[in-house]
């Protein structure tokens, strides 16, 4: 489980096959371990290679073909740059929202609108999925936690991102057409999930 509040902008260093590897940068509170849970552009991905360097760790994961289909880190390149953010505590405190790291869909970067003190970014989501769409809602897009605007029917919907956010996330490097991952919120989905079992034909 994640929050949302990326911890760090990391790098792609190696993609062959199966083996995604990234770079860390910097010091973290814990040590590594092999099995640990990370979040790489919002997808849950498990460490099988932790390996310290000078400025911090090279991370490796095995991704299989799915994983690649169905999400966005099938783009990604040595190079690139990702959002990166380790499993949460159960003391930590929630300053995003629950993330589970399970994506749910790609979706595209519409349009991007530079205002003074921030930028207005609109995505459009699969419209099956416009449904968990609500205004002042959550979101996580690559796995930054994000607070729904304006979002219509036909799945468009838009985010304000400040400063500091634009600045600590790969998100200043997304250009209108880009895929994006993104995970709709796990509440919304368990509310929509039990009207249905208990009122048959809800949400049909």
Same mark, same amino acid.
């Given at each position: ?76 390149? @040595? ?36 205002? @003074? ?88």
């Amino acid at each position: 489980m994640f929050t949302g509040i990326v911890e760090n902008l990391g790098k792609v260093v190696a993609r062959q096959g199966p083996r995604f590897e990234v770079e860390w940068t910097g010091p973290t509170e814990e040590a590594w371990f092999v099995g640990e849970s990370v979040a790489v552009d919002g997808c849950c991905l498990t460490v099988i290679l932790a390996a310290p360097t000078d400025g911090g760790a090279r991370l490796g994961f095995d991704l299989s073909e799915e994983t690649y289909a169905k999400t966005a880190l099938g783009d990604r390149r @040595p190079g690139d740059r990702v959002n990166l953010e380790r499993a949460m505590r159960l003391s930590d405190r929630l300053g995003g929202h629950l993330v589970q790291g399970h994506v749910d869909a790609t979706g595209t970067v519409l349009e991007i609108e530079k205002h @003074p003190d921030s930028w207005r970014y609109r995505y459009q989501a699969p419209p099956e999925f416009a449904r968990y769409l609500a205004p002042k809602g959550s979101i996580a897009v690559d796995g930054i936690s994000l607070t729904i605007v304006d979002p219509t029917e036909g799945g468009a919907f838009d985010v304000w991102i400040i400063p500091h956010t634009y600045e600590v996330t790969q998100i200043c490097d997304r250009k209108p057409g880009d895929r994006v991952n993104l995970e709709f919120d796990a509440m919304a989905k368990m509310v929509e999930r039990l009207v249905q079992a208990y009122l048959p034909g809800a949400g049909a």
